[in-house]
């Protein structure tokens, strides 16, 4: 597939990009007209800062799985409600999956969360020592490739992350663009501001957001 750059190429790219523009949304906008009205239609812009713990952020994405999120937002408030110490997830202080499924989580999802609380101070521990997200997690089950890349988003605040089978994400696409688009193919004139490209394409929905 030739329009794939090679990974030299894309650093070099994305250096060049991240020297020659202020910000995401001016690149963004030099590079794809759809997409420059998306985020000139837009009161709000992408926040760049995380602003809340990764343990707590991590569980409202989990929550969120397979729901709209309407839902998975109801499901964090009441998380948040019964068990204000998720907040700031520690292992003194671990949800049984009985009570997180009387919030409305499945079995499997409560039990993750669970799971993510037992394990949140060897966490953070393993990505303070230089591991990524993705590889203190691995091992967990119920965190696949959308969880991990939705939290990446809406959590760490990664710049340039592509949730590939987001189908929120696809429906943006084909109301924006006036079709369906090969997402990985377009996430590429993205790149490496491809999350916020998604950030603001999913707005386009009317749905309230994640993060």
Known sequence: ???????????????????????????????????AEVIAAQAVRWPSRATENPV?????I??????????????ADRAKSAHPQLMTPSPA????????????????RAE????????????VAKVAQGLTWEQALAGIKG???WTIAVFQIMVLRDPDVLPLGDIGL????????????NVERL????????????WYLWRTLGNEQLG
């Not at 597939?1 to 906008?29: C, K, Q, V, Y």
């Not at 707590?56 to 409202?60: D, E, P, Q, T, V």
């Open 1 to 35: 597939m030739h329009w794939i750059e090679t990974n030299e190429g894309r650093i070099a790219r994305s250096a060049e990009i991240l020297t020659s523009f202020p910000d995401a949304e001016s690149f963004l906008s030099a590079s794809d007209e759809k997409l």
């Open 56 to 60: 707590w952020g991590l569980m409202r």
């Open 62 to 75: 989990v929550m969120a799985q397979q729901l709209s999120t309407q839902v998975a937002c109801r499901l």
């Open 93 to 108: 202080a671990i949800p049984d999956a009985a009570s997180l499924r009387s919030l409305g989580l499945s079995q499997r």
């Open 112 to 123: 993750c969360c669970a799971e993510i609380v037992r394990r949140s101070d060897d966490l």
């Open 143 to 145: 965190i696949g490739p």
């Open 170 to 181: 696809e429906r943006a696409i084909q109301k924006v663009y006036g079709r369906p688009r």
């Open 187 to 198: 996430g590429e004139t993205w790149r490496p501001f491809r999350s916020v490209a998604c």
